[in-house]
Structure formats: C-alpha cells, structure tokens
C-alpha cells in the first residue's frame, strides 16, 4: 500500500527482532533503535494490509505521553534523533516513527489497568462477577465505570500466541514482592494522571496496558509504548453510553469488522478492504489530533511545564536575571527555521546568548540608507551595548532560504515579495557556488551554498566598523557553525584548513 512501512529494512544496524508492530535493532551496547511500523495486529495475528501512518501516529502519541508522565517514572527514551543512527538512505525509514532506547531488561509481565468494564473483562465478569480474580459487585453493565482501577497483569507471549492473566500473587512470584508492588502503583498513578487528562480533552481512557524494564542499578523504566490506540481502549465521552459497546478510536473498529466477515481468527488474517484500512488509519489520526490539542493548546501544556518545572528549578536564575539585567558572551545569528534553535542546539540556560534570528541566518554589509534594519540594530545592541566577546553565524542544513537563492534566475527579475530582496545579500555565495560546481546535484549545491553564505556574513560583520575595532583589539572573536539536523552534527570553520570540520572531534 502506498506510503505505508509494513517492514523496515534497516542494514546498517544489527536485527533483534521483530514483533507484532516494532522491528527492534541494536544502535550499541547500551542503546536499541525501535521502529514502529504500520503493520496491524488483531487476535494476536498481524494482518497483510498496513495502516499507513499508523506507525508515525504510534509514535507521536508515545512520546507525548512520555514527556507527559516523566514525573510518574522515568521512561527509556534517550532524545538521541534516529537518523543519526542509521546510514543516510535509510533515514526516511526511521523519520518520525522510530525512537532510540536505552536498553532495559524487560519485566515478563504486560500491567494492564482497567479503569471500565470492557473487553475480555465484560466477558470474564459475566461469567463470576470478577475480573482477573478479582471480586466486583453485582449489577455492574458493559462499560460501567470500576469503583477503582483494577490492576490485572498477565503474561508475556509470543507473537502469534495469546497473553494469559495471572494474578497478583502470581506476579509476586515472578517479580519479588517489592517490585511488583512498586510496578502496581505506578501503573495506577500512570493510568489515574493519564485519563484524567484525556477526559479534559473529550476522551474516556477505558484500559491500557504498559510494560516495564530494569537497568543494571534496579531502576524501573516504563518501556515499550504509552498510551496508544494500540495498547489502550479509547473513547469519545460525548458517546459514551454504559450498558453498551461505545464506538473507540482504537482497533475495535477493525476487530469488528474481522468479526463479523467470518474469519477463524487463524493465520494467516485477511486482506482489510481499503475503506477499512483508511477509516482505522483516520481512528488513530483522530486519537493523536484530540489528545495532543491543536498547537496553541500544547504551548500553554508546555509552559505550565515550564513553569512548574524548570522555573521553579532555576528560580534563582530568573531572579538573578530579572534584577541584574542579561549579560550574555555570545551573539548568534541564527535562522528563522523552527527546526534550529541556538539556545537547543548548544543547550543554553536563559541569559547565556543573545540571538539574532532572520531568514537564512544572513548579516547584510554595512550601510546606513534607509530607515529599517533590524539585523544591524541586534548587531549594535549586542556588540556595543552588550559588549558580547562572540558572534557566532550559525547555519543549518536544509535551509529554505538558501534553496530561494538557488532558484533565482540568475537574469534580474522583478523583486516578488520580501524574501527574494533580502537573499541578495547571499548573492556572492550563489555565484561563488554555481561557478565551481557546474554540474552538481541540488543537494551538493545547497549544502555549499549554505555553507558559502555563512563565510560571506562574516566577512559582511567586518564591514561593521565597531566589529572591525573589536575584532582588531582581540575583544571580540567571529566563527561560523553550520548544523545537520539529519545527524545532529555541529561544524564549525576552520580558518586554517579553510574547511567545516565537526565539533565532536574537538
């Protein structure tokens, strides 16, 4: 199915294993690459016709929630991008539905909460008015709230083969009393902080299942997934009814649909009709949309992180900063580009740099026409006010700005817009480009031009003329660093061997 990864092939890493969903590699030996696939399991059989982009929604929703409940516990996840693990051709393979772990002992349990009754707990329940051996009182209907969430573990199987409950003592055995008391509390800390959240969002969080891993200290990670379609029953509260089977975002779709065509539920599972295939995949974008809230709603959940977090952790900083005023010692010119922040890059506490961001991270020439310049006013401000002791020009690989300046006519042409106006201050690193590497791919041209454009900006920071005294008096040193944000790489220019060279060398 088009733009849909049933299997990944990722040579450049060795294979551990692949499961129902996640194709497991090893990075090194204290580090796994998962991918997430958009391969589809149901009745414990993954079926021949994928989801495409369920693997990214998988993803996306895992990582939320992990950023979400990290107070709770800490989770496996290392930050460290996949594409800097892989060889290039296969980065599109891993953008945006692969996460790097820290490797972890598995728990062999799954820790699943039920906070309804649903599912196998329904069918179990109708048959003793318990669930995993644990009593309910009579009376209670299919999707019933439980008086309390109920913790009901059950084993690890096999892919292809079924997971059985086992009880709590069971668990004792396999765990060690401590630590499965430990794990059943976090799980329902992690299931009670979850579904109240998603119920602020509309969603009722019915169960979910987690797993679990131990470092060689003992610590307790949660592995694995949080909270996604595929681990956890969702559904909308504005259709929510008790005493029937509420419509969900997960898989039930699809599990109903398998119901009801007859199939035995034996490998090997049937072909999903595309009308099937593209409403499950619109389930599972729905789930991501609702939960995660549009983007202005997920800045106001960041800064009350921020607020609760790494303001009050930093408290004394802010003050510091509030009553003395910044006092930075670098300058940056930066872009514009979302994806390339300078503070991030260099992991800088507030106060540290005073960055100057514009399209393509240009520094025009000197010149005093005109009434607006708001890079040479940064530039004063910082230099002469500031009185900063670095500038650092700081491109990127991709930029846009750069590609705009490659798809100009070289003949003059009526300015469109504002964009093509401001790129002719990289107009020699164009020619400079274009008249050495006739012939070259876009990709080549664009990486020198970038490049090229950084090494024009500082030279355009001498035309400055309190630049140029600073820089004579040894009061203020000038670099330029160009990112890859493909493999997380820093380079900076080496005046000396006149080449970018990487700063993890260094």
């Known amino acids: 199915m088009k733009d849909a990864l ?8 060795p294979l551990l294993s692949r499961g129902k969903v996640r194709d497991i590699y090893e990075v090194d030996e204290g580090h796994l690459l998962i991918v997430t696939t958009d391969r589809l399991s149901a009745f414990d059989i993954v079926l021949p016709t994928p989801i495409p982009g369920k693997g990214r929604v998988l993803t996306a929703i895992s990582n939320f929630w992990f950023d979400r409940l990290r107070h709770v516990i800490p989770n496996h996840a290392t930050g460290i991008a996949p594409e800097s693990v892989v060889i290039e051709s296969e980065r599109e393979q891993v953008a945006d539905r692969a996460i790097v ?18 599912g196998s707990g329904w069918k179990a329940y109708q048959q003793g008015h318990s669930v995993c051996g644990i009593p309910l009182p009579e009376g209670l209907r299919e999707a019933d709230k439980l008086p309390v969430p109920l913790f009901t573990p059950s084993t690890k199987a096999e892919t292809g083969a079924h997971d059985e409950n086992i009880s709590y003592e069971q668990t004792e055995q396999l765990l060690g009393k401590k630590l499965a008391a430990q794990v059943r509390d976090v799980c329902i ?8 959240y998603a119920a602020s969002k509309g969603i009722i969080v019915a169960d979910t299942k987690f797993e679990f891993g131990l470092d060689e200290a003992g610590q307790l990670y949660l592995i694995d997934e949080a909270l996604t379609p595929d681990s956890s029953r969702f559904w909308p509260a504005d259709q929510y009814r008790p005493g029937t089977n509420p419509p969900s975002f997960d898989k039930q779709y699809v599990r109903d649909w398998l119901e009801a065509s007859g199939w035995n539920k034996q490998t090997p599972g049937p072909q999903l009709p595309p009308e099937v295939a593209a409403q499950t ?17 997920k800045l106001i959940s960041g800064y009350k992180r921020f607020h609760h977090h790494n303001y009050e952790k930093n408290h004394a900083l802010f003050q510091r900063l509030a009553k003395l005023g910044q006092s930075p010692k670098t300058l940056v010119v930066g872009c514009c580009d979302s994806r390339v922040d300078p503070a991030v890059v260099t992991d800088c506490d507030p106060g540290d740099l005073f960055i100057i961001r514009n399209v393509a991270n240009l520094v025009p020439p000197f010149e005093t026409s005109g009434d607006y310049h708001g890079t040479s006013a940064a530039l004063e401000f910082g230099v002469c006010h500031l009185e ?19 798809s100009q006519s070289p003949v003059t042409e009526p300015q469109k817009g504002f964009i093509s106006g401001w790129m002719k201050a990289a107009s020699v690193a164009r020619n400079r480009v274009l008249s050495k590497m006739q012939g070259e791919s876009m990709d080549k041209l664009a ?17 400055f003329p309190w630049i140029l005294e600073r820089v004579a008096q040894r009061k203020l040193a000038l670099h330029g660093w160009y990112f890859d944000m493909q493999c997380g790489e820093l380079l900076h220019y080496n005046s000396i061997s006149k080449r970018f060279e990487s700063l993890l060398k260094n």
Not at 6 to 13: C, G, K, V
Not at 101 to 118: D, F, M, N, Q, S
Not at 189 to 196: F, I, P, T, W
Not at 284 to 297: C, D, F, M, N, P
């Open 388 to 406: 900063v002791e670095n500038i650092i020009v700081l491109g990127h690989a991709q930029c846009g700005g750069i590609h705009e300046l490659l």
């Open 189 to 196: 800390a992690l299931y009670q902080e979850a579904a109240e």
């Open 101 to 118: 772990v820290k490797k972890l002992k598995p728990l062999p349990i799954e820790a699943i909460v039920r906070g309804y009754l649903a």
């Open 447 to 463: 990486r020198a031009c970038e490049q090229e454009a950084i090494l024009v900006s500082l030279d355009n920071l001498l035309t």
């Open 281 to 297: 995949g619109e389930k599972y974008r729905e789930a991501l949309k609702q939960l995660t809230g549009s983007h202005v709603e």
């Open 6 to 13: 049933f299997r990944s092939s990722i040579t450049s890493l």
